[in-house]
Nanobody, 128 residues
């Protein structure tokens, strides 16, 4: 069982930056691929970024590529999302998710149903 707790959301102006963190419980953190998803009002939950179990590989949605950076620290059981050059359309509730690794490439999975554990979400609001 893994429990995920996000933090770091808030209100920021367009063009600004925000950093999210997701702390996980459990001793097997390094056996999970991790991802960030987001969900805006009235929209489906969408994949933002994924990272492999060892942090060696990352994958991004086209909408955030070059602006967002996902990273993890297995010693601290934490995954991060650095968000730069934020846009109004980035406004959403952001969730971290964990998937017990079956294949190294699991970090590229974009379907929310493929993930085993979820955090409660943190609100990110980008104003113009």
């Amino acid at each position: 069982q893994v429990q995920l707790v996000e933090s770091g959301g808030g209100l920021v102006q367009a063009g600004g930056s925000l950093s999210l963190s997701c702390a996980a419980s459990g001793r097997t953190f390094s056996t999970y691929a991790l991802a960030w998803f987001r969900q805006a009002p009235g929209k489906e939950r969408e994949f933002v970024a994924g990272i492999s179990w060892n942090g060696g590989s990352t994958y991004y949605a086209d909408s955030v590529k070059g602006r967002f950076t996902i990273s993890r620290d297995n010693a601290k059981n934490t995954v991060y999302l650095q968000m730069d050059r934020l846009k109004r359309e980035d406004t959403a509730v952001y969730y971290c998710a964990a998937r017990r690794v079956h294949f190294y490439s699991d970090y590229r999975l974009t379907n929310p149903n493929e993930y085993d554990y979820w955090g409660q979400g943190t609100q990110v609001t980008v104003s113009s």
